[in-house]
Every structure is written in C-alpha cells, then in structure tokens.
C-alpha cells in the first residue's frame, strides 16, 4: 500500500473506473489522502475510444490501478477479495450492472458489513428515468439547475460538466461517503450511499429559491436579482477580452461608480425596478469596451467593486493571486488544479497520474494472492498488465 499523508490515511477506497462525477469524486478523496485502487477496464488494441484519456486522466491522480476484465467468470470473486480489504466501493454503473456482475450491495456488505458502498448516477437507483442514458446537460435541466443560466431571451447555456457532474454528482458523492464513514466509525452499519446528479443540482438551487420566496428571484430569465441586474455580469472590452462585475450591495455599488466617474450619472441610480435595467446595461457596455482588459484591471482589481477579468483556465494559471496560492500547477506536463480545500496539518502535493493497470502485483499480492495465481490471473485474461 502506498504510505500517503492526508486526512483521509488509511481509508481504502475501491473504484470501479467510469467516466466523470465517480473518478472525480474518488481523485478528491485520493487528494486528501486516501489509498484509491481504481478497477480500470483492459485496453482494446485498434480501439480509439474519446473517454479513454489514460495519461491526460488526471481524475485519475494519486490512484493506484488494476486492470480486470469484469465480465471474466472470476472477476466477481477476485473483486470481492478486495472489497472485503476496503472502506468504500464506488461505481456509476447504470441500476442494476452491479448487480449483473454479482457485485451488489447486498453480496459486497455480506463480504464487508462496515462497507460504504457509493452509487453515482444521473437520475438515481429509482424512478421512471433511473434506466435512461443522459448527461450533465440534461440532469441540470430537468432538476431547475440550468434554468437561469441565460440572459433574457437566450437559450440556458452552463459550464460544461461542472454544475451536474462536478457540482451535482461528484461532491455529493464524495461528502455522502464521508459522512458514512463517520456513522461507521461512530459503531454504525456499512450502508448505500445513493448520489444522483438530478438530487444534487436541484439541492443547489436552494440558495436562490430562498431568493424566490422573497420575491427576488422571479421564474421569469433575466428579471431577478443574480440574473437581471445591469451591474452584476460580464462585460466585453477593447480588446476582445472580458471583465465582472459583482457590485450587489449598495456601497460596493457605489464605489464601482466612484472608480469609473459615474457617480452622478442619472443613469446609474441604483434601481431595483427591472424596467430600467436593458438601457443602463447597454450604457455601461459601451463604457467597459472603451478600454482594454488591462486597464480595467489596473483601476478595479485589489478593491471592494467586486471585479474579476474573465479568464481562460491557462490564463488563471498565471494570474498573481492563483500564482501566490498555487492553484494550478504543472506535472508531467499536465496542467491541472491543485487539491482542494487546503488542510493546515497536511500539506497537499499534485500526484501523478499511474499507468492503467501498473500496480496489478501489488494490489493483488495485498489480496493474500500467491506468485502462481497471480501469473494464473495474468494468462487467464483476468488481469493486464500494462
């Protein structure tokens, strides 16, 4: 086993590898320090699959990986080994493949009864559409997530996987599995944890429900006070590059008007009447497209006018303050985010991504395997080695 430092050391997470919201949730806990085994598929010779990112999948960071074909006739008995070994399974099968496997809860809390076993899905174990194929997009649009992510009049467009899969899916799974560790440890039973993208993105929308019931945040696109006003958005510059503007409350409002000599413009009163809110947007959209980003960001930035350049992830990569705090960093050539959130006691390190299935003697030998039968497991088809 790999000795590894975190808040979560000693924890034993088994995954069956997927796509998404489930490795994104195991990397997050191999980030803060648990011992992750990844159960990856055997690669296809001649087969160019999309998803298959092998060592671009930095989802895959900090893991170990064993490559076992899962539909070999002992490929249920040598994974039950290893459930009996952990803390927690994982999988975001479709309901009921696990099952098929003969890797279902019920046969892996018989081998481990402390188990957490973690179930990702898009629309849940249950329901009319638990067996139907979807995606992010389509998850955050059935649960209300994506509605107000247009302006007015324009069709909801959302960050790409990272209101449903990410926002949604994976950090829920991930906190519904350490809250069940926490029942474990406390003397509770091993237990399903059920994470479904729908259940999540709508849980999110409770902030600005709340917003809803105060009569702030009408049904209706681009009238309510986080999607509608003028001052709160993105704006394009001179140069083709954007800029933010946060200023909700009244004396950041003010001061934005102060920085940018609008302060006696009739135009900005702060109003709250929606009617008044497409000329003052437009006027101030012809403003900020004086001026180049960078000029903007020399008058604004490191004040209280809740500003922000919109950048891209490679420019965030070298922007001061991420610069300061390491946000992005680089390893074996990838860049990506560093762990998250940051632990005063255990300082967080970007691992590297392992090669499909490079740890298969290891994790087998911890498996009580014997030097035969894991030369058997090799010949046989069972597992692959890299």
Partial sequence: ???????LAGIRVLEIAGIGPGPFACMWLADMGADVVVIERPRQP???????????????????????????????????????????????????????????????????PQLIYGRMTGWGQSGPLAQTAGHDINYIALSGALWYASPAGELPVAPPTLLGD??????????????????????????????????????????????HAAGWMPMERGAGLLDGPYWYGSYRCADGKDVTIGALEPKFYRLLLEKLGL???????????????PAARARLAEYFATRPQA????????????FAPLLNPAEAAQHPHLVERAVYQVRDDLLQAAPAPRFSGFPASVAAVPRPGQDWQQILAESGLTAGALEKALQSGLVAAP
């Fill in 263 to 277: 302060e006696n413009d009739p135009l900005f009163v702060r109003d709250l009447d929606p009617a008044s809110w």
């Fill in 166 to 211: 990410m926002g949604g899916g994976a950090l829920y799974l991930a906190l519904g599995i350490l809250a069940a560790l926490l029942s474990v440890k406390a003397g509770g039973a091993g237990q399903v944890v059920d994470a479904a993208i729908v259940d999540g993105s709508a849980h999110l929308m409770n902030l600005l429900l709340s917003f």
């Fill in 46 to 112: 001649g087969v160019e699959d999309p998803l298959d990112l092998g060592k671009n999948n930095i989802l895959n960071r900090g893991k170990r990986s064993l490559c076992v074909d899962l539909k070999h006739p002992d490929a249920a008995e040598l994974l039950l080994k290893l459930v009996a070994q952990s803390d927690v399974l994982v999988e975001g099968m479709r309901p009921g493949v696990m099952e098929k496997l003969g890797l279902g809860p019920e046969v892996c809390l018989s081998r481990q």
């Fill in 295 to 306: 000029d903007w960001c020399a008058l604004l930035e490191g004040g209280d006018a809740c």
């Fill in 1 to 7: 086993m790999n000795v590894k430092k975190g808040p």
